[in-house]
């Protein structure tokens, strides 16, 4: 029964995530379509961005795809997708300022990111073994009570969903980087700010439901194993 329930979960929250990435991309077609008034390119706005924060060794560069931006931590770029890099949109200068949101993080060894960062190799081993943890964990109980492969299942799901934790803040101060700078520098005026600050809203959305979606399973898991055990 419990597995059913981990199935339908899993199903909601996709069906949840589904939704919030549609009207991100909604919104962020939407606002490539409204032009900047002050008339620079999301290379631009990352590039005086990171000069107004005293960053010079951060390289702004384009990279293939759509939604495809982020800061890249190890080679100290921040990469930016063709309509952000060329785009002189509203949505084009609200992610270019969150990526380079991230570079100001780094360059200050924002704790958050630092402690994100730290976490990687580990997220990265557990990712590659936990569904086989987890399944193998599922059978085992299933077949002879034994819950202890499900236990090490569910820690290392348990470090994934903390990664996706940490996650939240690290985005979250990105976008308040990137919004008090593109107010305070007038980049957006009064009627652009708004839509850039929706953008970046709905973009934050993906992780929250992301993070909803993990904790969720990780509790259900950890019910089946602690009912394996009352069974046991």
Known sequence: MMTNDIFLVSMIFLGISFVV???LK??????SQELLSSGLTGRQVAEKMLRE????DVQVISVEGFLTDHYNPLNKTVNLSPQVYNGTTVSAAAVAAHECGHAIQHATQYGPLMFRSRMVPVVQFSSMIVNLLLTVGLITVAVSQNPTILFIGILA??????????TLPVEFDASKRALEWLNRTNITNS??????KDALKWAAMT????AMAAVVQ?????MIFLHSRERH
């Open 21 to 23: 990435s549609a009207i």
């Open 157 to 166: 799901m348990a470090v994934i969903v903390l990664f996706t934790l940490i």
């Open 26 to 31: 909604s919104k962020i077609n939407r606002y």
């Open 207 to 210: 992780y929250v439901v992301a």
């Open 53 to 56: 924060n005293g960053i010079y």
């Open 191 to 196: 009627a652009e700010y708004p839509k850039a």
């Open 218 to 222: 990780l509790i259900q898991y950890i």
